[in-house]
């Protein structure tokens, strides 16, 4: 029970097929006391059903997370009605398809900042919104969601490849301004996992196919393995750790050919 007495806030529950539930299920099992941020609230019922296995937790929209007044107004409710935090994760991301579809080179203005907005200034945005309203414990920990896309090409996932790299460095310079409070922040990056954001990659089956073939583990990885490895992040075990990115992907990202 590492997480035994933690408070443990996770943004971007979709489904069950979400890394985010993955995590809180791992979590969970391991002691915290869980809360959710979701997009919608015509999900609330939904996402209510899909929680109640989590005894105690709560769920709160937070629609935009890239909008410094939309995440202040949620985190000042959640501050109020909870008290501080242990630990955040950060699980959202999001690209208009377009720019998913076509070749990385056609990404517009429009299109290149709204990834980068949401799935990366928005990691940012939740530390220091967090810091602000004073809801982080000492020695709090900070997750966050990235993919191999960051620094290798990967057909298809184009302009979240941009994104994700910016949100590693922005895991970095976390790291170095929160360190002096003993607040860490890392990254996992998973493995391909069939949810409904990667519905959105073109052609992620062969992905998945190539990943089961040739990662030295050949095999893809489970919501519950990624969380198992948040879990450890967020944990005490993983005190010495901070600014670092983890790859859970059965080893795929060691290879060459
Ligand atoms: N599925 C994969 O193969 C994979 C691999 C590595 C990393 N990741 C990352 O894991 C994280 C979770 O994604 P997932 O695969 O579980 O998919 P998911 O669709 O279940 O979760 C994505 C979440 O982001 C939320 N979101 C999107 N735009 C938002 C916005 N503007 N404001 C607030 N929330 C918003 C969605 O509502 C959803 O809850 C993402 O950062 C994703 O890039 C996924």
Same mark, same amino acid.
């Given at each position: ?154 057909? +298809? /996932? *184009?302009? #979240? %490849? @941009? ?87 059965? +080893? /795929? *990202?060691? #290879? %060459? @050919?």
């Amino acid at each position: 029970m590492i997480l035994e007495g933690k408070k443990i806030l996770i943004m971007g529950i979709r489904n069950k097929w979400s890394i985010a539930y993955g995590i809180a299920k791992s979590a969970y099992e391991n002691g915290a006391k869980l809360l959710f941020t979701y997009v919608g609230e015509e999900n609330k019922q939904k996402i209510e059903e899909l929680t109640s296995e989590f005894k105690g937790s709560k769920s709160y929209v937070l629609d935009e997370a890239s909008q410094d007044d939309v995440v202040k107004e949620v985190f000042t409710k959640i501050k109020e009605e909870n008290g501080k935090l242990d630990g955040i994760v950060h699980a959202i991301a999001h690209a208009f398809t377009e720019d998913l579809h076509n070749d990385f080179i056609f990404t517009s203005k429009e299109g290149y900042s709204h990834a980068c907005d949401v799935s990366a200034y928005s990691f940012v945005l939740t530390a220091r919104m967090a810091k602000e309203l004073d809801m982080l414990n000492e020695n709090a920990s900070l997750v966050t969601l990235t993919y191999h896309g960051s620094t290798k090409v990967l057909e +298809g /996932y *184009n302009v #979240m %490849g @941009v994104a994700k790299a910016a949100l590693e460095a922005s895991i970095r310079y976390l790291a170095d301004n929160l360190g002096k409070e003993g607040i860490r922040v890392n990254g996992v990056s998973a493995g391909p996992i069939k949810t409904l954001s990667a519905k959105g990659i073109k052609d992620f089956g062969s992905i998945l196919t190539v990943v089961e073939q040739k990662a030295p583990l050949h095999k893809n990885v489970t919501t519950t393995q990624v969380g198992n490895v948040a879990t450890f992040l967020l944990s005490e075990m993983s005190e010495a750790i901070t600014g670092q990115v983890i790859y859970a992907d059965n +080893g /795929y *990202n060691i #290879m %060459g @050919v």
